[in-house]
């Protein structure tokens, strides 16, 4: 039996928050951030499922680099939203 991934899980959750998040913020016509914000989140689950599937542990490590990379910038975007007060949300819930 295979047992669940815990951070490919997280990491899918996290961007379908960010998605619902990148509607609200084209709805407020915050187009530049949000689609920053949107590209960085789902790079993390994506490198995360690439990780997953690799077939070394060099490919292993290279791939889980790039999702930490891809999650401090996510980390960025958001805490530019927070600042800045473009739109005002609670984004300490994502």
Do not use: H
Not at 62 to 91: C, F, G, H
């Amino acid at each position: 039996m295979k047992t669940e991934n815990k951070i490919v899980t997280l990491t899918f959750d996290f961007s379908i928050a960010i998605i619902g998040l990148y509607k609200t913020l084209l709805d407020q016509k915050e187009y530049v951030i949000c689609k920053q914000l949107l590209r960085s989140t789902t790079s993390i689950g994506a490198n995360v499922e690439e990780a997953n599937a690799a077939q070394t542990k060099k490919d292993f490590i290279a791939k889980m680099s790039i999702a930490s990379k891809e999650a401090r910038e996510t980390k960025y975007w958001l805490r530019l939203l927070d600042k800045s007060k473009l739109v005002p949300l609670d984004y300490s819930t994502f």
